[in-house]
């Protein structure tokens, strides 16, 4: 990169984002890695109720 480059960078406080790229890229084969560990979200229950036992001041009702 020439000077000029980087000091347009510079002016316009855009640096953090190049040194961010920089640190960023040699692990991107972490994400991949992630993605396969974790292959997705996991359905909700149809009734959440069960989820907080016999208490009966808390429900949720997302049909209306």
């Given at each position: 990169m020439d000077d000029e480059a980087f000091l347009a960078l510079r002016r316009a406080q855009a640096l953090f984002i190049?040194?961010?790229v920089n640190l960023f890229l040699?692990?991107?084969h972490l994400l991949s890695r992630l993605a396969r560990l974790n292959p997705g979200s996991v359905a909700a229950p149809e009734n959440l109720d069960s989820f907080f036992d016999s208490d009966e001041d808390?429900?949720?009702d997302f049909d209306d």
């Open positions: 190049a040194y961010a040699p692990q991107t808390l429900s949720f």
